[in-house]
Each structure stands twice: as structure tokens, then as C-alpha cells.
């Protein structure tokens, strides 16, 4: 649930007319690194992203899902990376981008809506944490030193909590019907039911029409309008965009390859836009749990556990893929169907944030993550 | 949900901004149910205008004589072997003319009575009572699949249901059955006992027409004891033989008669004649009697009781059945002779209707009615009744199966009808004026209206857009 400070922050946000600059009454920051997270709200598939073409079982259960690997770049023996991220492997090669594959959080159950509950709200199940873990994040920054925004019309729950978040719906005014949706897809957030429903009848509508060109731009637009909230001195310093589209359970390659490729293109405006402001810059991209390993009868993948998360950034020790492969033969999946999941995603988070903004690790962990135990934080992630 | 909540959305249609508020008083939200029990009128103003089945038997019957001229005009022996060409195409082109302007006045009589409808519940201070005529209405599908069906599906509903709806169920039982509108449906009126009088004309028996079983099993099976209670094939067959005679004279293929009556009729040329044993009990009655006796003991059948209650108990207490109040509601039935006010006055005392997370999923039709009457809507705008119901995906009076349209969520709560309710409900409200949708939550739902709603109204950009998500809300999805 929302504070009441939030809602009177986004409250005069709110008036604010497309094409114009919001002009945001924060203090100066007195922190200059950025952290962004974008989510990928639907459950993405990261076999199909961070593609395991060295595994032998890999051109088997990927059928002719493994064609796209010849398209795309190379990354180690073991993995390629989908073409349709462009930019994030010219990143790859300049040692700026860092990919975790077989990763998950604690959730295990393959519902969108709780696992991106526990994804947002660092709990170990859903419900479990009312607040958001980026909410969070803001308590271990310098005190007026960090604003936190976010990138949509509508508060996503890793922002909510006590701390005052903003909101700024991206350049392009949304027609009216689409503002709407977005607003529909946020009061139905806390009903299990028609959450359910309703994502699925915004993802049925998303197919209705190529709206990839038009999507690509959006994509781009949201990337550039992040980027101008974040770069001024006294601008935000913690932002969170929404992507959706992942939740492909038929047509993947042609959707998969559209949803990628509209991530590339906002990673490419928000980098172009931060300027020399990437070196100080931290770029999180997460989903709430994987896909299945098998392809399905319908060209597509269903809900599974173990997936891939990214780390792009000026400082962001990459160029590498960290995993513990786990096989992706019949006989090596979780629960005989999914990506066995061998790295958690909260060690992750809170190893790359406590890097980034040279807090202990142990105090992060504890900030961000309460509810869970065993903490390991992944250390050399960012320099 | 609080209580004033549940009897105006899970008892009534919704709460209408213009309506007097139930009082906030124990007891109040039962007293308003029960007193709709007494206040109900079967014909309301609306209703008044609707046509009768007479005069739409007649319109039907206009629009068969017209296909018979087409297709004379078409198979019409050239005579004179010099006609002109012209001519007969003029002939044709008048009879298709014809046929087409009977045709919409067939269809006409479907959407004045589909918005007749709508208004009547728009308007209804008895909206529970009114959701029992809804109820029974559905009990009793007749689908306007049927050209022949659907303009009298309206007047089945205004003339073998309301005027019942607080009555007996064996009088409700005996009016639907012998309405036109399902004789058409059910395909009575193409049924011939083998023995009859008509039946044993050589012509007749040399085509094989006979027996039509669709009624007899459908009431067995539907309407009063329900699926698979013990009756067999062999019953269902006797109970065809009984019903014989009943038709509708000069409707259809016209069998046994060429006259319109302008409503049914019982024809005793067409009746099998003798004796019939169903479900061990012989029936000696003469003509009509003896389908009217068969029906009169199974409308009060043990079987048909626990049918009944438990059809009740799935609208009103949840998907799954509470055994409890099945039971109490089939004591009921039985203990009354069938007395509908008694049933229903049982729901109102059953704790289980009151439970107060919502129990239903609201249909299409039910949202559609909340979402109207919360708007202060009193006539859809020329029509639109018939447009919106479809686009929300449930034609009235259409469920396309004897069965009429199911009782459960899963039918209705499909990710493509979340997204038809968003979309009219966007249109709706912009249409709507000026209202608070914040205010107008707490008349919908007295004490019960949830956090994130509040929130989202809260936030909403503008008025319409507040209006629109409370169409939407959670708390309008389900009652």
C-alpha cells in the first residue's frame, strides 16, 4: 500500500504535460552513482536469452529455438547471446555487461503475480513484505541524497514503502484506453484472481497488430526519459522501468526476439542518454522465475524457475557470464522441467549493490532482503 | 462484504445512485429482500408495451407465408414460354422484399423485448426479485438461435415466467412447458404420436415422422428432476407419447394444422393415444390431462426439490454447493408444495448466502445490470442493451443449449471478457457526466469497498477515468 507522502509526490507529478521536463524539487544528490532496475514482468525466458549452446542436450530440447543461436554473439564456449540484444553484447565486449544465468529468487510456485511480489518485495514468499526492497534501498543512502522514481504511470511494489517515491509516465502521453489498462493492471494488483486474467488479456492484446516499430521507439522514448531523470545533480538516483511481453507460452521466437530486441533499444538510450554519467551508473535487469526448458506444442515455453539476470554499468565487471550450469538434460532440471536454479538472485542484487554504492554487504542484505537467511552475497561483481 | 452490500449486489442487481439506502440497521438487509417478495410486480411499466405471443405468432407466420412465395415465385412452371424475363425477376425481388421486411420485424421484437428487459431491471426497486425471474428464465432456456425462437423468447420470459415468479413452481412448470416459444425450441411441435390420428395417415407414417423426444427429456432432465435421477430411455419415450398434441398451429412445418391460433395448442389428432407408465406410476388420464398430471408429480418430486435447491444454492452461496443448504432448501421446496416466496425466504435466512467474501463471479449480463444501475441509467440509449450484452459475451436469452447459460466462474471469468468489461466500461463512463466515483463506491457497496479501489479512484486523472475503474473494481467483478 502506498504512503500517503508518495501519493502527494506523484499526486503533483501527475500534472505534469508530455514533452516537458518534470521539474523535480529534489536536493542535490549527494550521491552520483545510479542504479536502474528493469523488470521483466511476465517471467522471460533466459535459455532463449542467454542461450546455453555449449550444454549437449541444448539443440535437442530447444528444437528450432537453437537456430537463433547462429544469429547471435558469442559469449564464452558455453553461451551465446541472443541477437537480438545488439547493444548489450557491444557492452559484453567493452566489459560492461555481466550476465547470472540459473538464477531465481526464493519463490518456486510459477505464479507472475506472487513471483513478482517476491521478486519487488525481497520477501520469501509472497505477501510476506509489504515494501518494496528498492524502497528499501533509499534507507542506506545518504539522507537527502537519494530520490527514487519511477519510469511508469503507476507505482511498482520493489518502489513502495516509507520512503517518497515519485512517478513519471514515459514522454509519449499513453492514449487514454492505454493509461487506463495500466491503471486496471495496478488496481488489480492485491486480487490474485483477476490479476491473472487481466495479464493475460493485455499480453493476447499486445499479439493483436505489429506494434513492434512503435513498441521499439516507446522503448527507446522510456530508455531516454530514465536517463533525463537521472542525470541531473539534483536528479533521481534510483529509477525502475517496466517491461512486459515475456510470458511466452506460444510464438517465442518471434516474440521473444521482439521483447529483446525493445530492451535493447532502451539500454541503448538510457547508456547514449546517461552520458558520462554510465560510469556511475548500475543497470539491473531481473524477472520474477524462468521458463521451461522443453518447448511446449505451441511454439513457446511455459512458466519455470531458473532464469538469467543482467548487470550492465560503467563499472560493472563484465564481460563474463556467471553460472553454475546446472544441464539442462531431461535428467538435470528442477522438478524434471524447468532450469535447475543455482545461484539466488538476492545474493546477487545485494552483492552488486553494496559494490555500487560502498555499503557493507551484510547491512544491504539485511535491509533488502530480511525475511531470508543463508545470505551469500556474490562479491566481485562491480568494481 | 457487509450485509447491505450483499443483499444489494449478491440478492439484487446493484444499487442505483437514485434509490432510497438500506437502512444501517440489523436486520435491515433482510427486511428490504423479504419485502420485495410481496412488492413484486410481474408486469412493470416497461414490460407494458412488450408484444404478446399472439401477435408475434402472427408476424412468424407472415414472414413462413413469405418464404413460401419466394420460393414459389422461383420454381413458378413457365406457362405462357414467352414470359419475360423481366417480370418474373420483378415477382422475385417483391417476394424477397417481403420476406425481408418480415424478417426485421422479427428481429425487431427481439431487441424491444431484449431492452424491455433491460429497463425492467434498470428501473426494478425489487431487483431480487427480479434476479428470480432472471434465474428462472434461465432455468427455462429457450435459446434465440432458433429463427422461429427468438422473437418470442421476450414473451416467454413476460408470459410463462413473471407472472409465477412468486407462485408455485408446478404453475411456473406447466407455463413454460406449454409456451410456444419452447414447443418451438424443443422441437414439440414436430412431434407426432405414431398411434394418433394424423400419425397412422399413410403419408405421414410412410416419411417416418413421429415421435420427438427433445421436450421429455429435457424436462426430465433439466427442468425438474435433473440428470441422471433414474429415470430411464423407456420413461423418457412415455413422456414423448404424453406430450403428443401439444403444438403450435401454423407454425413451423405446420403439422396437424394450417391455422395460426396465435398460441399453443392442444390437438388431440396428434396425441398418442392410451395408458403410459412413467417412472413405475401409470397415467390413464385422457388428452392434455395426462402430460398435465405427469408434469404436477414431477414438480414435486424429491428429485426436482434437491435440483432446485441445489441450482438455488450455486446462484446465491457459492459454485460448490453447501450441502447444508441444499438440504434446507429441498425441505423447504417439499414441505411447501413448491411454493417459490418459500424458497426464497429460506435463501435469506440461510447463513451461507451471507458469507462475506464474495461468492460469485458476476456473469455479463449481471455486470452489465450493476454497471447500468450505478450509473443512473434508466433506458439504454436506442438499443444498445442488445449491442453491449453482446459485446460483453452473453447474448439474452442466446446460451445456445437447453441448459441455458452456466452458473460458475469459469464460464464467465476468461481474460477476453475482463478486457470487453474494461472497454465498455471506458465508455460507459465517458458518456456518464460528472459523478464521484468516490462517493458512489460507498452507495455500491455500503462498508465494503477495499483499500486498492479507494486508491485507485484516488489517483484516478480525471472524474470519467475514476468512474471507469470503479465499473471495474474488484468488488463489481464478484457479488
Known amino acids: 500500500m502506498l504512503d500517503r507522502r508518495s501519493f502527494l509526490v506523484r499526486g503533483t507529478l501527475a500534472t505534469l504535460t508530455a514533452g516537458a521536463m518534470p521539474r523535480m524539487a529534489f536536493a542535490r544528490a549527494a550521491t552520483q ?18 542461450m546455453p549452446v555449449g550444454d549437449p542436450a541444448h539443440a535437442a530440447v530447444r528444437q528450432s529455438f537453437a537456430e537463433d543461436a547462429s544469429a547471435g554473439a558469442k559469449l564464452d564456449g558455453m553461451f551465446t547471446l541472443h541477437q537480438g540484444l545488439s547493444k548489450a553484447a557491444q557492452l559484453y565486449r567493452q566489459r560492461q555487461a555481466l550476465f547470472i544465468h540459473a538464477v531465481a529468487s526464493p519463490y518456486r510456485d510459477r505464479s507472475h503475480f506472487d513471483g513478482q511480489n517476491v521478486l519487488e518485495t525481497g520477501g ?15 534507507d542506506l543512502l545518504p539522507r537527502d541524497g537519494a530520490r527514487a522514481i519511477a519510469v511508469s504511470a503507476t507505482m511498482p511494489a520493489a518502489l513502495r514503502g516509507g520512503n517518497e517515491v515519485a512517478s513519471y509516465a514515459p514522454s509519449v502521453l499513453p492514449d487514454a484506453s492505454d493509461d487506463l489498462l495500466q491503471r486496471v493492471t495496478m488496481l488489480y494488483q492485491g486480487d490474485a484472481q483477476l490479476y491473472a486474467l487481466w495479464s493475460e488479456a493485455l499480453s493476447v492484446r499486445g499479439l493483436v497488430g505489429d506494434q513492434s516499430e512503435h513498441a521499439g521507439r516507446e522503448s527507446a522514448a522510456t530508455g531516454r526519459l530514465a536517463a533525463q531523470l537521472l542525470l541531473p545533480a539534483d536528479g533521481a538516483r534510483i529509477a525502475m522501468i517496466e517491461t512486459g511481453g515475456w510470458d511466452t507460452h506460444s510464438g517465442q521466437r518471434a516474440r521473444l526476439a521482439g521483447g529483446l530486441k525493445n530492451l535493447d533499444s532502451m539500454l541503448a538510450a538510457l547508456q547514449l542518454g546517461l552520458g558520462a554519467a554510465w560510469q556511475e551508473t548500475l543497470v539491473l535487469v531481473a524477472t520474477e522465475f524462468g521458463r521451461t526448458v522443453t518447448v511446449n506444442g505451441t511454439g513457446g515455453t511455459d512458466h519455470g524457475t531458473g532464469a538469467a539476470a543482467m548487470l550492465f554499468g560503467g563499472r560493472v565487471r563484465g564481460g563474463r557470464v556467471i553460472a553454475d550450469w546446472p544441464g539442462i538434460a531431461a535428467a538435470q532440471l528442477y522438478e524434471g522441467r524447468d532450469l535447475r536454479p543455482t545461484a539466488r538472485l538476492d545474493d546477487v542484487i545485494t552483492g552488486a549493490l553494496s559494490a555500487h554504492f560502498g555499503l557493507d554487504p551484510d547491512r544491504v542484505g539485511t535491509a533488502l532482503f530480511p525475511a531470508l537467511s543463508g545470505r551469500a552475497p556474490t562479491s566481485g561483481l562491480v568494481a | 462484504m457487509s450485509e447491505r452490500s450483499i443483499a444489494l449486489n449478491r440478492f439484487g442487481l446493484g444499487a442505483r445512485p437514485d434509490e432510497p439506502e438500506i437502512a444501517n440497521a440489523p436486520g435491515a438487509a433482510r427486511d428490504w429482500l423479504s419485502a420485495q417478495l410481496i412488492a413484486y410486480d410481474p408486469q412493470p411499466p416497461p414490460l407494458r408495451q ?29 406457362v405462357s414460354g414467352q414470359a419475360e424475363p423481366s417480370s418474373v425477376a420483378v415477382g422475385d425481388d417483391a417476394a424477397v422484399a417481403l420476406r425481408r421486411r418480415a424478417r426485421s420485424a422479427l428481429r425487431l421484437h427481439y431487441v424491444d423485448a431484449v431492452n424491455a428487459r433491460v429497463a425492467a431491471a434498470l428501473v426494478s426497486r425489487t431487483p431480487f426479485a427480479e434476479r428470480m425471474v432472471h434465474f428462472w428464465s434461465n432455468h427455462f432456456a429457450v435459446s434465440a438461435d432458433k429463427i422461429s425462437v427468438s422473437p418470442l423468447a421476450g414473451s416467454f420470459e413476460f408470459e410463462a415466467i413473471r407472472p409465477h415468479v412468486m407462485g408455485k413452481f408446478s404453475d411456473m412448470l406447466k407455463a413454460a412447458e406449454c409456451h410456444p416459444a419452447m414447443l418451438l425450441y424443443l422441437d414439440q411441435v414436430v412431434s407426432i404420436g405414431p398411434g394418433s390420428v394424423f400419425g397412422r395417415r399413410p403419408r405421414v407414417a410412410a416419411r417416418r415422422q413421429g415421435l420427438n423426444e427433445n421436450l421429455a427429456r429435457e424436462i426430465l432432465e433439466l427442468h425438474t428432476l435433473g440428470a441422471r435421477t433414474g429415470y430411464s430411455q423407456a420413461d423418457v419415450t412415455e413422456f414423448a407419447r404424453s406430450l403428443t398434441g401439444w403444438t403450435v398451429p401454423g407454425i413451423g412445418r405446420r403439422i396437424g394444422s394450417r391455422e395460426v391460433t396465435g398460441g399453443s395448442a392442444f390437438l388431440p389428432e ?19 390431462a395426462q402430460a398435465e398430471a405427469v408434469l404436477h408429480d414431477l414438480a414435486h418430486s424429491p428429485a426436482t426439490a434437491r435440483h432446485l435447491a441445489t441450482k438455488l444454492t450455486r446462484h446465491f452461496a457459492g459454485d460448490t454447493p453447501a450441502p447444508a443448504m441444499v438440504a434446507r432448501l429441498e425441505n423447504a421446496f417439499l414441505r411447501s408444495g413448491g411454493d417459490l416466496p418459500t424458497l426464497y425466504r429460506t435463501i435469506i435466512l440461510s447463513p451461507e448466502a451471507w458469507v462475506t467474501e464474495p461468492v460469485k463471479f458476476r456473469s455479463p449480463w449481471e455486470w452489465s445490470l450493476a454497471a447500468l444501475r450505478a450509473l443512473g441509467s434508466r433506458l439504454p440509449d436506442g438499443g444498445s442493451a442488445v449491442g453491449l450484452q453482446e459485446q460483453l459475451g452473453q447474448r439474452v436469452w442466446r446460451p445456445g443449449q437447453p441448459s441455458g447459460f452456466n452458473d460458475i466462474a469459469a464460464t464467465w471469468a476468461g481474460p477476453d471478457a475482463l478486457m470487453r468489461r474494461v472497454e465498455a466500461a471506458e465508455r460507459l463512463a465517458q458518456r456518464a457526466g460528472a459523478t464521484d466515483a468516490r462517493a458512489l463506491a460507498s452507495t455500491l457497496f455500503p462498508d465494503a469497498v477495499g483499500a ?19 465499473l471495474v473494481a474488484p468488488e463489481m467483478m464478484r457479488r
Not at chain 2, 404478446?52 to 412452371?77: C, E, H, M
Not at chain 2, 484516488?458 to 468512474?467: I, V, Y
Request: charged fraction near 25%; avoid cysteine.
Open chain 2, 452 to 470: 486498492a479501489t479507494l486508491d485507485a479512484l484516488d489517483r484516478a486523472e480525471s472524474p470519467g477515468q475514476a468512474l471507469a475503474l470503479l
Open chain 1, 33 to 50: 552513482k545510479r542504479f536502474v532496475f528493469i523488470i521483466q514482468r511476465g517471467a522471460a525466458d533466459g535459455i532463449g536469452t542467454v
Open chain 2, 50 to 78: 412488450a408484444a404478446g405471443s399472439a401477435a408475434i405468432l402472427n408476424d412468424i407466420a407472415d414472414y413462413q407465408a413469405q418464404g413460401r412465395a419466394v420460393r414459389t415465385s422461383k420454381f413458378r412452371p413457365d
Open chain 2, 270 to 288: 396428434l396425441h398418442e393415444l392410451g395408458t403410459r407408465t412413467i417412472l413405475g406410476k401409470a397415467y390413464s388420464q385422457e388428452a392434455e
Open chain 1, 124 to 138: 520469501a514468499s509472497a505477501y510476506q513484505v509489504r515494501d518494496g526492497w528498492m524502497n528499501r534501498l533509499l
